[in-house]
Every structure is written in structure tokens, then in C-alpha cells.
T-cell receptor, first 115, second 115 residues
């Protein structure tokens, strides 16, 4: 069965410190991996994706993510957190096995950046 | 460019009433997805369309739910009759292309409350 795990419901980090939001996955075949951010009363906004190539992917708002095939992980990172980064973050994976590349979403991680 | 547009943003109605949610995808996108988000169940895929044709409706919870896409620029999700447990945020998303490399783009959702 295909699945995505975001092991932390909430991550707290001080402003200016680096942040990591974790994601691990289990899929058949080569995965396509995505991170989205959701602010209150808004839809999910695309941050970045991994399709193939470099394991370090750069995205919007200074975020990046590291793909690790052996650990089947795709952790979201940012070198210096901002209070405005506080939001709900979702990891999603798709593959040909998920049927027309439907998303399988993680349960979300709430990021709180403290001033 | 205009993103995915959903209406209404908020809907409050009484149990038993018919509810219609609307979505306008991004022009040129050939896939359209309907999701439901709740605290208990997270993000659930209800149904998706390709070129206006429903491909997979296995996520539609009951026969009370129906979705249509009469043309490339409009889709509806209808609940009849509505029940309090249908209260959730409903999102529409669109994507260009069958391959998994393109991200889905989400609207800001309709917050539905059934009294």
C-alpha cells in the first residue's frame, strides 16, 4: 500500500533558527514528491517538487527539500525561519501506481515560528 | 494569471437542503480534482475528471454526493440532501497534463456548515 507519513503534528522553532518538517513515503515505482503550505482560510499553495535529478530541491519563499531515496524521505527545510512561515504544511507523493498520478497526502504538520 | 476559483467561499444551510459548490479551473488545465478537508480525516480525494470526464469517483462518500463537469471551465459538486456530517472545507484543484510532474493548483475552498 502506498502511504505518506508526517510524523510530527506540530513543530515549534524560534525565528531565525533553521527549520525541518519531516516526510517519509512508501510507493511503488519512482515517486514524484511535493510540498504544499496552507495558511488559515486558504487553499494549499505549491512550494516545491522533486521529479528527478538533484536531491536538493529549491522552492518558493526560501524553502528547500532534500530527497533521500535510501531513507524514502523528503524533508522540508529552511535555513532561517520567519514568523510568517507559521502555517500547516503538507507533503504529497504521486506515482504511476497511484493512478493517473493522484496525490497521496500526509496528515500535515503545523509549523509555529516563535518571535 | 487567475488561479482556481471556487464559490461560494462560505455556505451555511440546514440539514436536508441541497448544496451546490462551484469551481472554475485554471484555463488549459485538463485535470480537475475535488477534495474534502476535515480535522478528523484530513484531505480526502472525492472525485477527479480528465477532459470533463469523471475518471475515479471512488472517494465520493455516498449517493447523496454528485459531481459534474459540463465543460472545461466549470465543475459542480452537489450534496442532496445535506447532513451535518458533511460539514467540511471542500477544495477544487486543477492540473495540466497526465504525467505526475506538474503540481495541482488549489482554490481557496468552500467552508460548508450544515446545521
Amino acid at each position: 500500500a502506498q502511504s505518506v507519513a508526517q510524523p510530527e503534528d506540530q513543530v515549534n522553532v524560534a525565528e531565525g533558527n533553521p527549520l525541518t518538517v519531516k516526510c517519509t513515503y512508501s510507493v511503488s515505482g519512482n515517486p514524484y514528491l511535493f510540498w504544499y503550505v496552507q495558511y488559515p482560510n486558504r487553499g494549499l499553495q505549491f512550494l516545491l517538487k522533486y521529479i528527478t535529478g538533484d536531491n536538493l530541491v529549491k522552492g518558493s519563499y526560501g524553502f528547500e527539500a532534500e530527497f533521500n531515496k535510501s531513507q524514502t524521505s523528503f524533508h522540508l527545510k529552511k535555513p532561517s525561519a520567519l514568523v510568517s512561515d507559521s502555517a500547516l504544511y503538507f507533503c504529497a507523493v504521486s506515482s504511476v501506481a497511484s493512478g493517473t498520478y493522484k496525490y497521496i497526502f500526509g496528515t500535515g504538520t503545523r509549523l509555529k515560528v516563535l518571535a | 494569471d487567475a488561479g482556481v476559483i471556487q464559490s461560494p467561499r462560505h455556505e451555511v444551510t440546514e440539514m436536508g437542503q441541497e448544496v451546490t459548490l462551484r469551481c472554475k479551473p485554471i484555463s488549459g488545465h485538463d485535470y480537475l480534482f475535488w477534495y474534502r478537508q476535515t480535522m478528523m480525516r484530513g484531505l480526502e480525494l472525492l472525485i477527479y475528471f480528465n477532459n470533463n470526464v469523471p475518471i475515479d469517483d471512488s472517494g465520493m462518500p455516498e449517493d447523496r454526493f454528485s459531481a459534474k463537469m459540463p465543460n472545461a471551465s466549470f465543475s459542480t459538486l452537489k450534496i442532496q440532501p445535506s447532513e451535518p456530517r458533511d460539514s467540511a472545507v471542500y477544495f477544487c484543484a486543477s492540473r495540466k497534463g497526465a504525467g505526475g510532474s506538474q503540481p495541482q493548483h488549489f482554490g481557496d475552498g468552500t467552508r460548508l456548515s450544515i446545521l
